[in-house]
């Protein structure tokens, strides 16, 4: 299916917030520019705000280079990016879908930059309390990682509820992301939806030294 009118635009919107409700996210099919299922886990990987750990070799390597942070400002940067690699499942559609998501103000991104420079970053959606992350890149050691941190940041300041990141890797499980059944997600996706809050998208950027220094201040 090519996904290029403003109906088809719409329906796919419709259809996405509908899914998102009921705990299903879209997947696109590596070999189809253009199909993607709509995927439902029995087990979901989330990221309790409260127990969110950045490694100590990472801090140092944050002080060593001058990252920082902006949001929104290249959406279609990131989401190419996270698309650019052998297992492709960020395909057009997707590509397409969340593009359209990101218009109307429900897809977000963090760039992470050095020298103004984009090096890194990550893209997701933000309804009610929820931040549900897709994918995230790195041109250079680290960047997406500290995108994450600049995440958390923005969404604990936001006062949102859970941070759901879909799948669980033993590279996230580092920054305290855990599993729980979907019976338990669904639970905790009603409640963080009925939240009333806004995806936080100020300043327009800020140092990662800087977002570290209060994280440790407030930890």
């Given at each position: 299916?090519?996904?290029?009118?403003?109906?088809?635009?719409?329906?796919?919107?419709?259809?996405?917030?509908?899914?998102?409700?009921?705990?299903?996210?879209p997947?696109?099919k590596?070999?189809?520019?253009y199909?993607?299922?709509w995927?439902r886990?029995?087990?979901?990987?989330?990221?309790?705000?409260?127990?969110?750990?950045?490694?100590r070799?990472?801090?140092?390597?944050?002080?060593?280079h001058g990252?920082c942070?902006?949001?929104?400002?290249?959406?279609?940067?990131?989401?190419?990016?996270c698309a650019?690699?052998?297992e492709?499942?960020?395909?057009?559609?997707?590509i397409?879908?969340?593009?359209?998501?990101?218009e109307?103000?429900?897809a977000?991104?963090?760039?992470?930059?050095?020298?103004?420079?984009?090096?890194?970053?990550?893209?997701?959606?933000?309804?009610?309390?929820?931040?549900?992350?897709?994918?995230?890149?790195?041109?250079?050691?680290?960047?997406?990682?500290?995108a994450?941190l600049?995440?958390?940041?923005?969404l604990?300041?936001?006062?949102f509820?859970l941070?759901?990141?879909?799948?669980?890797?033993?590279?996230?499980?580092?920054?305290?992301?855990?599993?729980?059944?979907?019976?338990?997600?669904?639970?905790?996706l009603?409640?963080?939806?009925?939240?009333?809050?806004?995806?936080?998208?100020?300043?327009p950027?800020?140092?990662?030294?800087?977002?570290?220094?209060?994280?440790?201040?407030?930890?």
């Open positions: 299916m090519q996904c290029r009118s403003r109906k088809t635009a719409r329906t796919l919107v419709d259809l996405y917030l509908h899914a998102f409700r009921h705990g299903i996210f997947m696109g590596s070999h189809s520019r199909a993607f299922d995927i886990t029995e087990r979901r990987g989330i990221l309790p705000l409260s127990q969110f750990r950045f490694p070799r990472l801090r140092r390597n944050v002080r060593r990252y942070a902006t949001f929104d400002r290249d959406f279609g940067g990131v989401i190419n990016h650019d690699r052998r492709r499942w960020i395909n057009d559609a997707i397409f879908l969340f593009t359209e998501l990101h109307v103000g429900i977000h991104s963090v760039e992470v930059r050095v020298n103004d420079r984009l090096v890194g970053g990550l893209y997701g959606v933000a309804l009610g309390g929820v931040f549900s992350g897709e994918s995230m890149f790195s041109l250079v050691p680290s960047a997406s990682q500290i994450l600049h995440l958390v940041d923005r604990k300041e936001g006062g509820q941070l759901d990141v879909q799948f669980k890797t033993k590279h996230l499980e580092r920054f305290g992301v855990t599993e729980v059944p979907n019976e338990e997600y669904l639970d905790l009603e409640q963080a939806l009925a939240e009333k809050v806004n995806f936080p998208v100020h300043p950027f800020e140092l990662t030294s800087s977002v570290l220094q209060r994280m440790s201040q407030t930890s």
